[in-house]
């Protein structure tokens, strides 16, 4: 079991940069796929990244890819989202997410069976 709290989230110009940071407790986040995404509302919610549980696989989603970064530190428990050259089509609540079946990265949000609470991010035009 994983319990995971983002936070970093705000209000940026376009062309800012913001990092989002998650959380994680739990013994077992180190064998985790961990993903973001995130949800404007009406809509559903969107793949950003996600990356393997050892950091040395990531995926992107096509909007973000070139701008947006995602990492972590498992010694620390730690997931982030670096978000460069923000564009006001990327305000959303952005989510952090965790996969513990030990498969392939997934673009999928069912697939992931932990969810923070997000964080709002806001970028002005």
């Known amino acids: 079991q994983v319990q995971l709290v983002e936070s970093g989230g705000g209000l940026v110009q376009a062309g800012g940069s913001l990092r989002l940071s998650c959380a994680a407790s739990?013994?077992?986040?180190?064998?985790?796929?961990m993903g973001w995404f995130r949800q404007v509302p009406g809509k559903e919610r969107e793949f950003v990244a996600a990356?393997?549980?050892?950091?040395?696989?990531?995926n992107y989603a096509d909007s973000v890819k070139g701008r947006f970064t995602i990492s972590r530190d498992n010694a620390k428990n730690m997931v982030y989202l670096q978000m460069n050259s923000l564009k006001p089509e990327d305000t959303a609540v952005y989510y952090c997410?965790?996969?513990?079946?030990?498969?392939?990265?997934?673009?999928?949000?069912?697939?992931?069976?932990?969810w923070g609470q997000g964080t709002q991010v806001t970028v002005s035009s």
């Open positions: 997410a965790g996969d513990p079946k030990i498969l392939g990265l997934s673009t999928r949000a069912s697939r992931y069976d932990y």
């Open positions: 990356i393997n549980w050892s950091g040395g696989n990531t």
């Open positions: 739990g013994r077992t986040f180190s064998s985790y796929n």
